[in-house]
C-alpha cells in the first residue's frame, strides 16, 4: 500500500499552531545560518587573510564534526524521550557561540584558530539537533503530510537562502564581518522560544527497550534498505564533491570574478528565487510525474549548473548573469532533491528509528564533506582554484548514478510502510 502524494494544500498546514511555531523556529533561524554561511568565509578572507587551504580547513571545521559524533548522537537522542529540549538547548549553545566573535574583534583578540574552534563546537551542536529534528519532524506532521510540510519547510530554506546572503553580504559591508554574525544568534535565540512553545507527542518516536542497539545499527538499517541506500551514496558523492566546490566558491568569486561582498550577496540572494521557485513546484511535480523520477531528477539539477561558475569569465555583466543563472538553477534543483529525497527518507524509515538512521545517515553523508573541503583546499593549492571547481562540477553529477539504477525511479507514491 502506498500513500498518494497528492496531500492537502501545503498552505493548510500553516494554520495549526503546532506546525506554525515548528516552521517559524526553522525559517528564522534559517535566515541567521545563511548570513554566517556568507559572514564567516568573508571575515576569515578580509579581517584574518586566509588562503585557499585555511578556508578548505574552515569549511571543514564546522563539518567535522558530523563525521565524528553523528553515530553517537542518533543513538543518544534516539533513547530521549523529548528531542525537542535536546534542539532547544543546541538553538542556546550556538547562539552563545557565535556572540563570542564580536566580543573577541572588539578586544582585538580574533585569531583564525578561534574561526576553527566555534565552527567545530557550533558543527558539533548542529548534529545534535538535527539528528532531534528528524524524529520531532515525524511527531509534528502526519504522514499523508510529509510532501507538502517538506515544500514549505525546504521554502523557507529557499527563502532564506533570498534573504541571508544579501543581508549578510550587506551586514558585512556596513558593520564588518564579526558584527554580522550577531544576527545568526538573535535568530537562534528567536528558533528556541518558538520550540519551547510547542508540545508534541514524542511518544511514537522513542524505540521500545528490545529495539535499542548498537550505535552502528543505524548503517545496517540503511544498507538493507532498497529505498535508503542508493538515496545515501548518491547523495554523498554529491556533498563530497559540492563541498570541494563550497569550500573555494567565495574566494574565487571575490579574487578571480572580481565580485564585491555586498554585490555577491545580492546576487546569490535573488539567484536564490530559483528555491522558491523549486519549493512552489515540487509538491506538483511529484503529483504529475511521481516522488521518485523528481528525486533523480534532483540529483542531476542541483550541481550541473554549477558548470557555469569556473566557465564565467569576460566584462562583468559576463560574468554575473552567469553566476545568476548557475545558482538560480541549481536552488531550483536543491529544492527538487530536498523535498523528495526529505520525504522519501522519513516515510521508508520507522518513526521509532528515524533519530538513529538520521545520524547513521548523516555520518556518511556530511562526514565526507569535511573531507571534501580539505580536498577543495588541497586542489586549489596544487593545481589552481579554477581547475578544481571544474573536478567538483562534474564529479558532482555523477552521485546520481546510484539512484538512476535503483527503484527509486520507478517510486510514484511515498511508501506507506517503513522500507
Known amino acids: 500500500m502506498t500513500t498518494t502524494v497528492a496531500a492537502p494544500s501545503a498552505w493548510s498546514l500553516l494554520r495549526a499552531r503546532m506546525f506554525r511555531h515548528y516552521w ?21 578572507v578580509l579581517t584574518v ?16 564534526p558530523h563525521l565524528l559524533f553523528s553515530l553517537f548522537a542518533g ?16 538553538d542556546l549553545g550556538r547562539a552563545t557561540l557565535l556572540a563570542a566573535v564580536p566580543v573577541l574583534a572588539i578586544a582585538g583578540a580574533l585569531e583564525l584558530w578561534h574561526l576553527y574552534v566555534i565552527a567545530f563546537a557550533a558543527g558539533t551542536l548542529t548534529v545534535f539537533f538535527d ?10 506532521v502526519r504522514r499523508e503530510d510529509y510532501i507538502a510540510a517538506n515544500s514549505l519547510v525546504n521554502g523557507a530554506r529557499a527563502m532564506a537562502f533570498v534573504a541571508g546572503p544579501s543581508a549578510g553580504g550587506l551586514l558585512v559591508q556596513v558593520l564588518t564581518a564579526p558584527f554580522a554574525l550577531i544576527a545568526d544568534a538573535v535568530s537562534y535565540l528567536t528558533s528556541a522560544l518558538l520550540l519551547s512553545r510547542i508540545r508534541p507527542d514524542e511518544g511514537a518516536a522513542v524505540p521500545h527497550a528490545e529495539e535499542r542497539t548498537g550505535v552502528a545499527s543505524g548503517l545496517v538499517y540503511i544498507a538493507r534498505s532498497a529505498i535508503l541506500r542508493p538515496i545515501l551514496l548518491g547523495v554523498t558523492v554529491l556533498n563530497l564533491f559540492n563541498y570541494v566546490f563550497h569550500a573555494l566558491f567565495i574566494l574565487y568569486a571575490t579574487t578571480a570574478l572580481g565580485l564585491s561582498p555586498g554585490g555577491l550577496g545580492l546576487l546569490i540572494g535573488l539567484a536564490s528565487t530559483g528555491g522558491l521557485l523549486g519549493a512552489a513546484v515540487t509538491g506538483w511535480l511529484t503529483r504529475r510525474f511521481g516522488v521518485g523520477p523528481v528525486a533523480v531528477a534532483g540529483y542531476v539539477l542541483f550541481p550541473l549548473p554549477l558548470v557555469l561558475i569556473p566557465l564565467a569569465s569576460g566584462g562583468q555583466p559576463v560574468i554575473v548573469t552567469l553566476v545568476f543563472v548557475a545558482e538560480f538553477l541549481s536552488g531550483f534543483g536543491v529544492m527538487l532533491l530536498d523535498i523528495a529525497v526529505g520525504s522519501l527518507q522519513t516515510a521508508a524509515t520507522s518513526q521509532r528509528r528515524l533519530s538513529l538512521v538520521s545520524g547513521a545517515r548523516r555520518t556518511v553523508n556530511y562526514g565526507v564533506r569535511p573531507i571534501g573541503a580539505l580536498l577543495g583546499g588541497l586542489l586549489g593549492e596544487t593545481i589552481g582554484v579554477r581547475p578544481t571547481l571544474w573536478i567538483a562540477t562534474v564529479g558532482a553529477v555523477l552521485g546520481a548514478l546510484f539512484v538512476i539504477f535503483s527503484p527509486i525511479p520507478g517510486i510514484r507514491e511515498l511508501p506507506d510502510q517503513p522500507d
Do not use: C, Q
Not at 587573510?49 to 567535522?64: K, V, W
Not at 543513538?75 to 543546541?90: F, G, T
Open 24 to 44: 517559524s523556529a526553522h525559517a528564522v533561524s534559517l535566515v541567521g545560518e545563511e548570513i554566517t554561511l556568507i559572514a564567516l568565509p568573508l571575515l576569515a
Open 49 to 64: 587573510g586566509a588562503g585557499p587551504a585555511e578556508m578548505g580547513y574552515l569549511t571543514a571545521a564546522s563539518l567535522i
Open 75 to 90: 543513538a543518544w537522542v534516539d533513547r530521549r524521550a523529548i528531542k525537542r529540549h535536546i534542539m532547544i538547548v543546541a
Open 131 to 140: 539528528v532531534a529534528n528528524s524524529s520531532l519532524f515525524a511527531s509534528v
